[in-house]
């Protein structure tokens, strides 16, 4: 059932490219985006005034990136939320309110506690699942479902994908509705969107390489995660896949930041991860990576092919295949999951049932 792989996990990695082609399969035309599976009218979408994201742990990485998509898209207030955080400050919800849930198993205890919350306060609930009939599924008004089959490594990695063209469709249904993009751009997204499933194959045609760089991974104690936007969002979820199958300590942080505090910590023995491929914002990263340079670490930076200089700062460059900023996310994962997946098993961790963790968490 592992098809051939070692661990579910490897094999989970390996089907993104099938995962987000399916999830994508008869929701996109040329210029918009079909959702025939939620059943808001367009007088309904356009009465929303705030929009909050409610998740836990890596769906809940997801809903960072998410609420950059739909800020940018939408022109609309987004709040995302941790949902034991949620449930228990009484956020300010309405019937104005839009209530995204994302969760792979449907079922995670906090999620759907939240998910129960904000209804019983008006919000409209539409929820991003990866399984049909899930006690999320049957309680949102509207679902949206992850077409990434089943996840059975507790480590989620095709379902984070899924989720990131989840928020990219729902994103962009809200704009079209609501008229906030151009269909010039609406058509450049789609564009993107639909190259992503063969630049995901591309990305993981050089996992060779990734398995090299992990073999010095093995004996670090501690590793950074850095990025501006979209990178610091998606180093979150880089950092929280090297903790949970490698026990190793990772921390992710806002580029920007590192100079509040943390750049005590960077030392020789502290490598640190630069992702770089929001554009906007890729010279201010080029210079908090000089400075965790000048404290000695050892930098291995992630950026688009074609983009510049970063590879005269740092002892090593992973090039992803160009695509928009917005989707930048789904590609620069891959190389995050494939190196705490081989780090993993070069410590000889129990890669698909890390110590202390379930897979579906149905308890508070
Ligand atoms: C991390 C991981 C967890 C889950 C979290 C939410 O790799 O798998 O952080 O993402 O427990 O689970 P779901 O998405 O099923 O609600």
């Known amino acids: 059932e592992k098809a051939g792989y070692d661990h579910f996990m490897l094999k989970e990695i390996y089907e993104q490219p099938r995962a987000l082609r399916d999830t994508l399969i008869s929701r996109l035309e040329d210029d918009r985006v079909v959702l025939n599976e939620v059943d808001l009218t367009a007088e309904q979408l356009r009465s929303f005034r705030k929009i909050f994201i409610v998740a836990c742990g890596t769906a809940w990485h997801a809903g960072l990136v998410g609420k950059t998509l739909i800020e940018r898209w939408v022109r609309l207030p987004v709040e995302v939320d941790i949902a034991s955080e ?39 609930i539409v929820a991003i699942t990866n399984v049909v009939g899930s006690s ?38 809200l704009a079209q509705t609501r008229g906030t993009l151009a269909t010039e751009k609406i058509r450049e997204v789609i564009a993107a969107l639909r190259r992503l499933p063969a630049q995901a194959q591309e990305v993981l045609d050089e996992s060779e390489h990734i398995k090299d760089l992990a073999q010095s991974f093995v ?95 740092v002892d090593r460059v992973i090039y992803l295949p160009e695509t928009i900023a917005e989707l930048a996310p789904i590609l620069t994962v891959i190389p995050m999951q494939l190196l705490a997946y081989y780090v993993s098993v070069a410590r000889g961790c129990d890669v698909d049932k890390p110590r202390n963790l379930a897979k579906s968490v149905t308890v508070e």
């Open 86 to 124: 949620f449930r228990y400050r009484a956020p300010l919800v309405d019937e104005h309110t839009l209530v995204v849930v994302i969760s792979q198993s449907g079922e995670t205890a906090d999620t759907l506690a939240a998910l129960r919350e904000a209804k019983r306060n008006g919000a409209r």
């Open 136 to 173: 999320v599924a049957r309680e949102a008004h509207d679902v949206i479902y992850t077409w990434a089959g089943p996840e059975i490594a507790v480590a989620s990695t095709k379902a984070y994908t899924t989720q990131l063209e989840g928020m990219a469709l729902l994103g962009l249904y």
């Open 219 to 313: 004996e670090i104690e501690d590793a950074f995660f850095i990025g501006r936007g979209l990178d610091w969002n998606v180093a979150m979820e880089g950092a929280l896949k090297l903790k949970e199958i490698s026990y190793i300590h990772a921390e992710a942080y806002a580029a920007g930041e590192l100079k509040h505090g943390t750049l005590a910590l960077i030392t020789d023995k502290t490598p640190v991860i630069a992702l770089a491929t929001q554009i906007d914002v890729y010279e201010k990263t080029l210079s908090n990576i000089i400075e965790v340079r000048a404290r000695d670490a050892r930098v291995i930076g992630i950026t688009f092919k074609g983009n510049k200089d970063l590879d005269k700062l």
